[in-house]
């Protein structure tokens, strides 16, 4: 960019001056501007996981020094802890389920809204409004309720309470997360509006029907909103607390059918205290979280498609 | 599109077919929100005895005894300790993430790149990683049980995800008027001020409501850090009544419940426009 060439008449100084010091002041200014952050970053993110790193190595209650047991919590995770294992597999199942069906739910009402002339407004805004509202406590305990014993569900479906079954629970909040595809589907609408109408219309001359247009237009055009969509949900699903907590009352039943990772490392780590346990945890979600988000974007290639190379 | 191919009579058949459908989706996605209502209105009697969704009567006491609060606090002491928090937050990241976008959006510095692309990578940072160091660091400080875990962090732009936000939306401000700017002799300092930070309003009142929603909600850092009823939050009362799940407790806890909620749907109706685009934006180039 030019930034740096001011016009000669304009700037009052000296040659050097007005070629150096802006320059100089840029860099000073640019650090003043991010030393927040740099803060942030270095002692609440980069030092902590440091710290994090080293504590996944040791035995730590909080009280007592860090004793360090090389990698005990490591060989203990992976060999002689059922629990944790199983709370892999919840984990594993809940992002499966909730992330394909929510996506899936998001782009299909989006589809349905895109042509719509009237109440697109207010179909957008109130299929959203479950995105902020069901991340909150009081829409968990509704959940609780509805589908407990005696709850809606159950009369219903007579099925029973699906939160006190082993085999049922982990669905119930998976729904809840399905229950707020508004996030993902106004992105997916947004992305929907900028692809241009001439495409739908070449195609159409074309002879293509909606369903080759949906497959030859909408998904590659829709292809990095999509991508977008999928890593950014795929991750918050890794990382479901509240509704597992609040269903199960912080206990991860019936059986530890809703006892996802996140809840297994509370437990371990705040109520158990062992601190050293629950960090070796922590890195192991690091470690999965970023290979797997390294699988999609290598994948990404091969279906992603961007327009201008300037995108990431 | 390939409406000209389709007579009148069936487009406009489709799209009542259309709305029909998406009004019954919607009904049936609306229905956990008019249950907690509705349930905050039962006597404890109703409450499983039906399917009813319209109570009886109206039972209004559940809702004084929500008011009366949770172990002794009271919900106005909860509901300010939320807005203390939530508030505390909102100034915190408008601040520094905007601060922090406007360098990485508009100042050229060695070491741009290389930082950039850290701070999109802590985006996707899980922050159970860094969780139980910062727990450790705050509690050698001696601020456990005290409201600054909560709200420090903010000031240091940890959440990138804001600061990625500002980054796309200042990335659209055509850059003449900060050229022209500098001309008339304005520094980084003033040009931030006094254009680039107006023009960006949307950008922050987006990340303002959004900070408000999402730390209101917040649930896990809210319960390692909290210790004293006084200082709970009304999120983390409610969590006195996930252990005690008696049903004649559930009309003064959904009525607690929608008193928690009610800021979030306050905000939700004031700023629905801002919201819904804003989150649009995040998804696309700015």
């Not at chain 1, 299909?108 to 299929?127: D, E, N, Q």
């Not at chain 2, 990138?160 to 003449?176: C, K, N, S, T, Y």
């Not at chain 2, 419940?257 to 804003?278: C, D, M, N, T, Y």
Request: charged fraction near 15%; proline fraction near 6%.
């Amino acid at each position: 960019m030019t930034t740096t060439d001011i016009p000669a008449p304009t700037a009052r100084r000296s040659a050097t001056a007005a070629r150096r010091s802006p320059k100089r002041e840029r860099q000073g200014a640019a650090w003043v501007f991010l030393s927040p952050w740099v803060l942030g970053a270095t002692v609440l993110t980069l030092l902590p996981m440091a710290v994090s790193l080293y504590l996944s190595f040791t035995d730590y209650d909080l009280f007592n020094p860090p004793r360090w047991v090389g990698l005990r919590n490591y060989v203990q995770m992976f060999t002689e802890d059922p629990r944790y294992w199983r709370s892999v597999l919840t984990t594993l199942t809940y992002v499966v389920i909730a992330v394909p069906l929510q996506l899936a739910l998001a782009l299909a009402v989006a589809l349905a809204l895109k042509g719509m002339k009237r109440g697109k407004g207010f179909y957008r805004s109130a299929f959203y409004a479950p995105s902020l509202l069901g991340a909150s406590m009081s829409v968990a305990l509704v959940w609780r309720a509805v589908f407990n014993d005696g709850g809606t569900v159950d009369h219903l479906l007579g099925t029973g309470g699906w939160v006190n079954r082993p085999g049922w629970a982990l669905f119930a909040v998976a729904l809840l997360t399905v229950w707020q595809f508004g996030a993902p589907m106004v992105i997916f609408l947004a992305g929907l509006q900028q692809i241009p109408a001439e495409l739908y219309e070449a195609a159409a001359v074309d002879g293509a029907g909606r369903w080759r247009q949906f497959v030859s237009v909408t998904v590659p055009m829709l292809s990095p909103v999509l991508f977008f969509n999928l890593v950014l949900q795929t991750i918050q699903a890794f990382q479901v607390f509240t509704p597992a907590f609040a269903i199960s009352a912080g206990k991860g039943g019936p059986a530890d059918s809703t006892l996802v990772y996140t809840l297994y490392l509370y437990d371990r780590g705040f109520v158990a205290s062992h601190m050293g346990y629950a960090s070796a945890m922590a890195w192991v979600l690091l470690f999965v979280i970023g290979a797997v988000t390294a699988v999609l974007f290598r994948t990404s290639r091969s279906w992603v498609f961007y327009t201008s190379e300037e995108e990431r | 599109m390939t409406t000209t191919a389709i007579p009148r009579r069936r487009v406009a058949r489709g799209r009542t077919v259309l709305h029909v459908c998406c009004l019954a989706a919607l009904l049936v996605m609306l229905y956990p929100l008019a249950w907690l209502l509705a349930t905050s209105l039962k006597p404890a009697d109703e409450v499983i005895a039906s399917l009813n969704l319209l109570p009886g009567h109206l039972e209004w006491s559940n809702y004084t005894t929500a008011l009366d609060g949770v172990n002794g606090v009271s919900v106005w002491r909860l509901l300010g300790n939320s807005l203390l928090i939530a508030g505390g937050a909102v100034l915190g990241n408008v601040l520094s993430c905007s601060l922090a976008a406007y360098a990485f959006a508009r100042l050229r510095f060695r070491m741009c790149r290389p930082l950039f692309a850290f701070m999109i990578a802590t985006i996707m940072l899980p922050h159970h990683a860094v969780l139980i160091p910062q727990y450790i660091i705050f509690n050698k400080l001696g601020l456990v049980n005290t409201y600054w875990p909560l709200i420090l962090p903010k000031f240091l732009a940890t959440e990138a995800f804001f600061v990625f936000l500002i980054v796309q939306f200042m990335r659209g401000l055509p850059r003449e008027l900060e050229e022209a700017a500098r001309i008339d002799g304005c520094g980084p300092f003033r040009s931030f001020f006094s254009i680039v930070l107006p023009l960006t309003r949307p950008a922050l009142i987006t990340t303002a409501i959004f900070t408000f929603i999402w730390t209101w909600n917040d649930f896990f850092t809210q319960l390692i850090y909290l210790f004293d009823p006084d200082k709970f939050t009304v999120t983390l009362a409610l969590r006195s009544f996930v252990d005690a799940s008696s049903q004649s407790s559930f009309g003064p806890m959904f009525a607690m419940s929608v008193i928690a909620l009610l800021p979030i749907v306050l905000f939700f109706l004031a700023f629905q426009r801002f919201l819904v685009e804003g989150m649009a934006n995040s998804g696309l180039k700015g």
